[in-house]
């Protein structure tokens, strides 16, 4: 896996960006709420929202919601992954109650709802949106687990209080309103602004929450990496926000 700036020398050049940004909510309400947005952007971060989890132990109702049924057993292998770390059970259904139901409709990019916000979506509407055709195995990878980390209640990395990334704003709001067409108040909202929270762990330059950017969007000429599995602080984070019973054992 390629390394960030923030934990080597080297250097990011990727041109290209699969960012999940937010959509119709102010960055504000992302601690309460929000939606994340895909857009073929890059990096991952892990950084927890209040009042966003689901119970600990609960089983979430996960449902397909349209697209070709090839995609669906590989999207549920990788979303389970974040159950070997975390005390909430993954259910896929096909009719009925549903928590969160997933599309594939490529022109809508990656989004999904953060955490239990996918309940006040409507039955009818999909709260993950997961894009598929492309063919790029590791980026496939990447972004299912990036979107069910925010179905699980975990923001980006790059606007948690505890992030070290220095914007070269100007840059950056000029080349994503005209290169992606964003407008600049997402570019701020969804990028630049850090969320107040107190809830939150060290930066995790490894996590898989965190985009990639680009070297030439910050001050310091410094790039992240997107990853394509969990980072050690993933797994120990989403560990203590969904804890495992203390085994028998540890009782003795």
């Known amino acids: 896996m ?3 700036d ?6 990011s050049d990727s041109e290209e960006i699969r960012m999940c940004g937010t959509k119709d909510h102010d ?10 947005l895909g857009v073929e952007g890059s990096g991952r971060g892990a950084y927890k929202g209040r009042g966003l989890k689901w119970k ?13 049924s090839a995609f669906y057993p590989k999207v549920e292998k990788l979303a389970r992954t974040w159950e070997n770390y975390a005390n909430i059970k993954f259910k896929f259904v096909t009719k009925g109650y549903s928590d969160i139901r997933i599309g594939f409709d490529p022109k809508k990019g990656w989004f999904s709802e953060i955490g239990t916000l996918a309940l006040n979506i409507s039955s009818k509407d999909v709260t ?3 894009v598929m055709a492309h063919g790029d195995a590791q980026l496939v990878q990447t972004n299912v687990l990036h979107e069910f980390g925010h179905a699980l209640g975990l923001m980006h990395e790059h606007q948690s209080p505890a992030s070290p990334i220095r914007w ?18 997402d570019v701020r909202d969804g990028i630049i602004r850090k969320v107040n929270s107190t809830n939150y762990s060290k930066f995790d330059p490894k996590s898989i929450m965190l985009y990639e950017f680009d070297k030439r969007w910050t001050k310091d000429g410094r790039g992240t ?13 989403i560990g203590e926000m969904y804890p495992f019973p203390e085994s028998d054992s540890d009782s003795d």
């Open 27 to 36: 960055i504000d309400q992302i601690v309460t709420g929000g939606r994340s």
């Open 56 to 68: 600990v132990g609960q089983t979430i109702y996960i449902k397909f919601m349209e697209g070709p």
């Open 6 to 11: 923030y934990d080597s020398d080297s250097d």
């Open 2 to 4: 390629p390394r960030s």
């Open 128 to 130: 993950m949106n997961l």
């Open 225 to 237: 990496t997107s990853a394509t599995k969990l980072s050690k602080m993933d797994k120990e984070f």
């Open 168 to 185: 070269n704003e100007k840059k950056l709001i000029r080349e994503y309103t005209k290169i992606y067409g964003w407008k600049e108040k």
